[in-house]
T-cell receptor, first 112, second 113 residues
Framework: DTAVSQTPKYLVTQMGNDKSIKCEQNLGHDTMYWYKQDSKKFLKIMFSYNNKELIINETVPNRFSPKSPDKAHLNLHINSLELGDSAVYFC???????????FGQGTRLTVV | KQEVTQIPAALSVPEGENLVLNCSFTDSAIYNLQWFRQDPGKGLTSLLLIQSSQREQTSGRLNASLDKSSGRSTLYIAASQPGDSATYLCAVRPTDSWGKLQFGAGTQVVVTP
């Protein structure tokens, strides 16, 4: 039973399109995150939601809009996709204190 | 600003040899440090979590130490196997971070049969 699952696993799309990535966790955690792993494999935080409230919004273009319908789900919508958005996007969850973070398997986004 | 560095960037060892992976961080104000493993094209698998009050954690052949005052953690993998080949990432959770993790760039490990 997958703890953090995200869909789709692969996404190939043309520049200018709008796409969404979905994430769900069944761990009962109160905080969910989106991370971006660039071509150099470096992972960086994008957003974090705690109990459906946005608490971290790093310097990310406003074409990226996260949405959390409930504390078990965090989706990422990207408008007007650009070539530079190509990366692997990871969803993660934890409790906001000192607990272990768990990651999904990633969504490889390729913009052509 | 917290910075996390992993040295070496890549490591190749023969099977059976012990692996030593290093992670350093610049700000000791952390809740915990977590080691992950990432296989090519796959997600991150959590290996060990060390709380800031702990000195080490062990799981099977893996042992991780933490020296918060000097900003260092070391992951030891005993008797390496080809299946240990992967990229190993360390991440710290700063105390003012609202739970986000600050990652190092990773160490790519190859264990040759």
């Amino acid at each position: 039973d997958t703890a953090v699952s995200q869909t789709p696993k692969y996404l190939v799309t043309q520049m200018g399109n709008d796409k969404s990535i979905k994430c769900e966790q069944n761990l009962g955690h109160d905080t969910m995150y989106w991370y971006k792993q660039d071509s150099k494999k470096f992972l960086k935080i994008m957003f974090s939601y705690n109990n459906k409230e946005l608490i971290i919004n790093e310097t990310v273009p406003n074409r990226f809009s996260p949405k959390s319908p409930d504390k078990a789900h965090l989706n990422l919508h990207i408008n007007s996709l650009e070539l530079g958005d190509s990366a692997v996007y990871f969803c993660a969850s934890s409790d906001r204190g000192q607990t272990e973070a768990f990651f999904g398997q990633g969504t490889r986004l390729t913009v052509v | 600003k917290q910075e996390v560095t992993q040295i070496p960037a890549a490591l190749s060892v023969p099977e059976g040899e012990n692996l030593v992976l290093n992670c350093s961080f610049t700000d000791s104000a952390i809740y915990n440090l977590q080691w992950f493993r990432q296989d090519p094209g796959k997600g991150l698998t959590s290996l060990l979590l060390i709380q800031s009050s702990q000195r080490e954690q062990t799981s099977g052949r893996l042992n991780a130490s933490l020296d918060k005052s000097s900003g260092r953690s070391t992951l030891y993998i005993a008797a390496s196997q080809p299946g240990d080949s992967a990229t190993y990432l360390c991440a710290v959770r700063p105390t003012d971070s609202w739970g986000k993790l600050q990652f190092g760039a990773g160490t790519q490990v190859v264990v040759t049969p």
